[in-house]
């Protein structure tokens, strides 16, 4: 008798066996009842997700100190134990997250008093396109408030 | 009580008119998690009620939630649990659980689910297609949230999550849309392939499994980090209005070719509904499906709309036994919601060609 299997998403056993095409290559996920009505079953993200899980489970080698989730949990659930997880396995976490996301960099909302370094980091682009606008136009005070506005914006950049 | 008087408020979402001939809701969702303790999967019991207590605490004193509903679902009947899944208010997780908690506000216009898998999930969801109105509502309340708790924010990732697939904005928005049309042309899983290949998942009328009933289906957005919510707004919009026009395409095209074929489908459809004595659930969705596409057409007064969608939630099951006043077994429930249906249609005219 073979060992029932695990679903990709959760610890519970799997009972829904699915195989898709993603990116020319065909995908494997076992899911339990719970995830599969999640919409996991049509959710490509999810497939992705679960293929990047599947690597064979090894010892432990990070644990975040605030709550003593490990990375052989995280390819159990598939999920975090705890926000201080995102310091600990944020950086083994980057390349899983450009399968689901396009980049690993917030730039939409915060909460008052916190600026997301992406979108400082659009406004740094958008800065140097209006300095370069400037300059070809011959604008020099414009110039000379962009040339301000980076300044500003690189400092605020500049890893602590 | 509370979901008793969920179900008898005339403020209800799913009474109230203002769905579209083609999009049924628009939702917005935010994931929020508090600073400094762990998700409710992670989370020791005691913990997690604690977290729970916590955030209802702060979510009552919002004016949004002023005489609103506080359901936790350790504490609700099996049944009344699942009506607020049926209705949208929770999701299966949630309503499956025994940690989590509803805040819902009077005019179940904004919810916040407590510990799903992240602690806040907060849920504006408004009839029609609103996606801008119902956006600022979500961030709105997202404000008030946030001067009120301490959330879980990094500067580099955003709103942390206990998902990858949420981190950043902890955005899903998406639209319930329905797609008779698309359906019958059979182009669904055309359509489906190309919306997945551009970020967005296509998810049946609960989000179960890929058997849409009723041709109901969720359209939402995948990625929710490195893009604003503005992006993300602008790319479901975009993709929603192209849906209906496809979606209006197929319907023009199937009424033309079809004709006098077509009508009788729909009449069919009605005449089941009407008349049968046994109905189950899926089979009285793709009939009222039928039913809501009379009234788009003008086969059926479009002002009878209203009333299909209702009866689309009150033919599920656990609406089905709620309204009957105790469990049904699945025949009995076969039997019931039958007869909830003739009752309903008894007063609809007959179905007529299209309008136009
Ligand atoms: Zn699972
Ligand atoms: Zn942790």
Same mark, same amino acid.
């Given at each position: 008798?073979? =060992?029932?299997? =695990?679903?990709?998403?959760?610890?519970?056993?799997?009972?829904?066996?699915?195989?898709?095409?993603?990116?020319?290559?065909?995908?494997?996920?076992?899911?339990?009842?719970?995830?599969?009505?999640?919409?996991?079953?049509?959710?490509?993200?999810?497939?992705?997700?679960?293929?990047?899980?599947?690597?064979?489970?090894?010892?432990?080698?990070?644990?975040?100190?605030?709550?003593?989730?490990?990375?052989?949990?995280?390819?159990?659930?598939?999920?975090?134990?705890?926000?201080?997880?995102?310091?600990?396995?944020?950086?083994?976490?980057?390349?899983?997250?450009?399968?689901? =996301?396009?980049?690993?960099?917030?730039?939409?909302?915060?909460?008052?008093?916190?600026?997301?370094?992406?979108?400082?980091?659009?406004?740094?682009?958008?800065?140097?396109?209006?300095?370069?606008?400037?300059?070809?136009?011959?604008?020099?005070?414009?110039?000379?408030?962009?040339?301000?506005?980076?300044?500003?914006?690189?400092?605020?950049?500049?890893?602590? | 009580?509370?979901?008793?008087?969920?179900?008898?408020?005339?403020?209800?979402?799913?009474?109230?008119?203002?769905?579209?001939?083609?999009?049924?809701?628009?939702?917005?969702?935010?994931?929020?998690?508090?600073?400094?303790?762990?998700?409710?999967?992670?989370?020791?019991?005691?913990?997690? +009620?604690?977290?729970?207590?916590?955030?209802?605490?702060?979510?009552?004193?919002?004016?949004?939630?002023?005489?609103?509903?506080?359901?936790?679902?350790?504490?609700?009947?099996?049944?009344?649990?699942?009506?607020?899944?049926?209705?949208?208010?929770?999701?299966?997780?949630?309503?499956?659980? +025994?940690?989590?908690?509803?805040?819902?506000?009077?005019?179940?216009?904004?919810?916040?689910?407590?510990?799903?898998?992240?602690?806040?999930?907060?849920?504006?969801?408004?009839?029609?297609?609103?996606?801008?109105?119902?956006?600022?509502?979500?961030?709105?309340?997202?404000?008030?949230?946030?001067?009120?708790?301490?959330?879980?924010?990094?500067?580099?990732?955003?709103?942390?999550?206990?998902?990858?697939?949420?981190?950043?904005?902890?955005?899903?928005?998406?639209?319930?849309?329905?797609?008779?049309?698309?359906?019958?042309?059979?182009?669904?899983?055309?359509?489906?392939?190309?919306?997945?290949?551009?970020?967005?998942?296509?998810?049946?009328?609960?989000?179960?499994?890929?058997?849409?009933?009723?041709?109901?289906?969720?359209?939402?957005? +995948?990625?929710?980090?490195?893009?604003?919510?503005?992006?993300?707004?602008?790319?479901?919009?975009?993709?929603?209005?192209?849906?209906?026009?496809?979606?209006?395409?197929?319907?023009?095209?199937?009424?033309?070719?079809?004709?006098?074929?077509?009508?009788?489908?729909?009449?069919?459809?009605?005449?089941?509904?009407?008349?049968?004595?046994?109905?189950?659930? *899926?089979?009285?969705?793709?009939?009222? *499906?039928?039913?809501?596409?009379?009234?788009?057409?003008?086969?059926?007064?479009?002002?009878?709309?209203?009333?299909?969608?209702?009866?689309?939630?009150?033919?599920?099951?656990?609406?089905?036994?709620?309204?009957?006043?105790?469990?049904?077994?699945?025949?009995?429930?076969?039997?019931?919601?039958?007869?909830?249906?003739?009752?309903?249609?008894?007063?609809?005219?007959?179905?007529?060609?299209?309008?136009?």
């Amino acid at each position: 008798m073979s =060992q029932p299997l =695990q679903c990709s998403l959760c610890a519970e056993v799997a009972t829904v066996h699915l195989s898709q095409v993603v990116g020319g290559k065909v995908t494997k996920v076992h899911l339990c009842e719970a995830c599969a009505g999640k919409g996991g079953a049509v959710d490509p993200a999810v497939f992705q997700l679960a293929d990047a899980l599947q690597a064979p489970a090894a010892a432990a080698e990070l644990t975040c100190p605030r709550c003593g989730f490990t990375d052989v949990d995280f390819r159990k659930r598939g999920r975090l134990g705890c926000p201080a997880c995102w310091e600990t396995f944020g950086g083994a976490l980057s390349p899983l997250l450009l399968k689901v =996301q396009p980049e690993v960099a917030h730039v939409g909302r915060a909460p008052a008093g916190t600026a997301p370094l992406g979108q400082l980091r659009h406004r740094l682009a958008a800065a140097r396109a209006a300095l370069a606008t400037a300059i070809a136009a011959e604008d020099y005070e414009q110039a000379a408030k962009s040339r301000d506005e980076i300044a500003a914006l690189e400092a605020a950049l500049k890893p602590a | 009580m509370s979901v008793q008087e969920i179900l008898a408020d005339d403020q209800d979402p799913a009474r109230a008119s203002g769905a579209q001939a083609v999009v049924l809701s628009t939702r917005i969702r935010l994931a929020r998690n508090l600073a400094g303790h762990p998700f409710p999967g992670w989370a020791k019991a005691p913990q997690r +009620q604690e977290i729970a207590e916590r955030c209802i605490a702060a979510l009552v004193d919002l004016p949004r939630f002023r005489r609103g509903h506080v359901l936790r679902m350790a504490q609700e009947a099996d049944l009344d649990r699942a009506v607020l899944v049926e209705r949208h208010l929770v999701s299966k997780e949630l309503a499956s659980g +025994q940690a989590g908690a509803a805040v819902i506000s009077r005019d179940q216009t904004c919810s916040v689910m407590v510990n799903e898998e992240d602690h806040l999930r907060l849920q504006v969801l408004r009839p029609g297609w609103h996606l801008r109105g119902t956006w600022n509502l979500a961030e709105q309340l997202d404000d008030a949230l946030a001067a009120a708790l301490p959330l879980a924010f990094s500067e580099r990732l955003g709103y942390l999550t206990a998902c990858p697939t949420n981190v950043g904005t902890g955005l899903r928005a998406s639209a319930m849309v329905h797609l008779p049309g698309l359906c019958l042309a059979g182009q669904m899983d055309k359509v489906t392939r190309a919306l997945n290949q551009d970020g967005l998942a296509v998810r049946g009328w609960l989000g179960e499994g890929t058997e849409a009933a009723g041709n109901i289906y969720q359209v939402s957005n +995948q990625q929710t980090l490195g893009l604003a919510e503005e992006d993300i707004l602008k790319h479901l919009g975009f993709w929603i209005k192209h849906l209906v026009e496809q979606e209006w395409n197929a319907r023009r095209k199937l009424a033309l070719d079809e004709g006098e074929k077509f009508v009788d489908r729909l009449a069919r459809s009605f005449g089941v509904l009407r008349h049968a004595r046994l109905l189950s659930s *899926s089979e009285a969705m793709n009939m009222l *499906s039928h039913l809501r596409l009379a009234c788009d057409l003008g086969c059926l007064p479009e002002a009878l709309r209203d009333q299909v969608d209702r009866l689309l939630i009150e033919g599920q099951p656990a609406h089905v036994q709620v309204r009957h006043g105790s469990p049904l077994d699945s025949d009995g429930r076969d039997l019931r919601r039958a007869a909830v249906m003739r009752e309903a249609l008894r007063a609809f005219p007959e179905v007529g060609p299209p309008s136009a």
